[in-house]
């Protein structure tokens, strides 16, 4: 069974920093695209960042290019995002989430499983 646990959420100013952790288990790391998805009130959940299967090529929303890195510890079986700079409207809940495929299509009905969230607020 695989369980995904965020953590690192929290709340910051304006130009802050924070890094989401993702532990994972009952999944190997090798098979599929991880990534981080978020949701605003009264928003749709939409793609964050996300790394191909084994480590592979990573991506990012248009909002987040720069800004954030996703990354991954094999050793761990965690996914880290590392977000900078971080912004009044980067506030949402935070998920991790296993895409169905090894590539990655940082869509939410491509997500085979979700972790429960971390909250970031974002102060201006």
């Known amino acids: 069974q695989v369980q995904l646990v965020e953590s690192g959420g929290g709340s910051v100013q304006a130009g802050g920093s924070l890094r989401l952790s993702c532990a994972a288990s009952g999944y190997t790391y090798k098979t599929r695209c991880m990534g981080w998805f978020r949701q605003a009130p009264g928003k749709e959940r939409e793609g964050v960042a996300a790394?191909?299967?084994?480590?592979?090529?990573?991506y990012y929303a248009d909002s987040v290019k720069g800004r954030f890195t996703i990354s991954q510890d094999n050793a761990k079986n965690t996914v880290y995002l590392q977000m900078n700079s971080l912004k009044p409207e980067d506030t949402a809940m935070y998920y991790c989430?296993?895409?169905?495929?090894?590539?990655?299509?940082?869509?939410?009905?491509?997500?085979?499983?979700w972790g429960r969230g971390t909250q970031v607020t974002v102060s201006s």
């Open positions: 790394i191909g299967a084994g480590g592979g090529p990573t």
């Open positions: 989430a296993v895409e169905r495929y090894a590539s990655c299509n940082m869509r939410p009905s491509l997500a085979a499983y």
